[in-house]
């Protein structure tokens, strides 16, 4: 094999230069996946063009699939040729949250894509218990989107929805269609979207939302208007914007339930009466970030794949762009200028 690959590496923030880099070399348990397609995540474009890497040089991409094309002498599960995805969290095993299976709360962990290389690249690899074996029905592009609705499923756990609740999802990208297609899948009877794109909304009509609103300085008394000034048991936050995350609080009902799955980019400040909701209404605030659980990499990836391949999880809408990996340095500007609308963006790699 040719010890050198395409990759799109990173060399600064804002300094990301489609190129070679050497082929990685597996050891022991270690598998060597043959990418095939790679998604952008929101986190990638603040991490490429602004704050970038831990170090440099550094091959971004966190969500991606492909195909083993070797594996380490100790590795039983998974053979050359299977089509896999892989989880991107590489936990120290040790700590005390790693020993109760609470393997995002790791306190050593190392990561692909931003700690170490990772898939944007025609290569990468990972330790064995990484890879989550394809579906043959799963085409490269959805295997790289498990890793965002594990994230969102994850979330979706804690917060947790009961047979009968009204879900509020504000923010309709992945995460938010995401966690609109779980509310209903958990049992929600009452699914409402918020974005300010009304051709997200459309989106998120065709995947399981019953109502949707577009966003306005009128947003919580819009709801709060379909729901009978009631408020929403569960009201899940995605955009990650100082302004959906105050008005969460106000949606929700006495009792509710707010996850944040948005992260915070700037001060969140509250008004007196949007923190008086908290204390007076009862609510109790959730956060989650990332999607592992016991055991490793956790339940949430082989349940996106069981709701994909049942028909109650659907991916394929909501990608809006796929280009090929030497186009990189290009889409993450354009992505970063918002010269055209997306939803979910995909890297092919040859």
């Known amino acids: 094999m040719n010890r050198n690959m395409n990759a799109a ?37 603040g991490r490429v063009m602004k704050t970038g890497t831990y170090h440099f040089p550094t091959i971004p991409g966190h969500e991606f699939s492909g195909e083993v094309a070797s ?34 709360l790791c306190e050593d962990y190392n990561f692909l894509g931003s700690r170490t290389d990772g898939g944007f690249a025609e290569y990468v690899k990972a330790p064995e218990q990484n890879m989550v074996i394809l579906p043959e029905e799963m085409t490269f592009h959805e ?10 499923l994850h979330g979706m756990k804690i917060v947790g929805v009961n047979v009968g609740d009204t879900v509020v999802v504000l923010g309709c990208g992945p995460l938010g269609l995401f966690a609109l297609q779980f509310a209903r899948i958990m049992g929600a009877t009452n699914v409402i979207a ?14 399981g939302a019953d109502q949707v609103v577009l966003a306005s300085n009128d947003t919580v008394s819009d709801i709060k208007n379909l729901l009978g000034d009631k408020g929403a048991q569960v009201v899940v936050e995605t955009a990650g914007v100082a ?55 956790g339940v949430e990836w082989h349940a996106t794949i069981d709701y994909y391949k049942s028909g109650l999880l659907k991916m394929q809408p909501m990608i809006t762009h796929v280009f090929n990996l030497s186009k990189a340095p290009t889409v993450f500007r354009d992505l970063v ?11 092919e790699i040859n």
């Open 194 to 207: 918020v974005d300010i794109s009304a051709e997200k909304l459309e989106l998120a009509k065709t995947l």
């Open 71 to 104: 594996v380490g002498p100790k590795v039983t599960k998974v053979k050359v040729g299977d089509r896999v995805a892989l989880a991107p969290m590489l936990p120290c095993q040790k700590c005390e949250y790693c020993e109760k299976g609470d393997y995002g």
């Open 143 to 152: 295997g790289a989107m498990i890793e965002p609705a594990a994230v969102t």
């Open 243 to 297: 302004q959906t995350q105050e008005q969460s609080l106000r949606i929700a009902r006495k009792k509710g339930r707010v996850l944040f799955l948005g992260t915070a980019h700037h001060d969140v400040v509250l008004p007196p009466k949007s923190f008086e909701c908290i204390v007076r209404n009862e609510l109790s605030l959730h956060g989650s970030w990332n999607s592992y659980s016991a055991p490793f990499p």
């Open 337 to 347: 200028d918002r010269k055209y609308p997306f939803t979910k963006v995909l890297f």
């Open 9 to 45: 590496v990173l060399h600064a923030p804002a300094h990301l230069q489609y190129e070679q880099a050497s082929i990685p070399k597996i050891h022991g348990s270690e598998v060597l996946v043959n990418v095939k397609a790679a998604g952008v995540c929101g986190s990638d474009l």
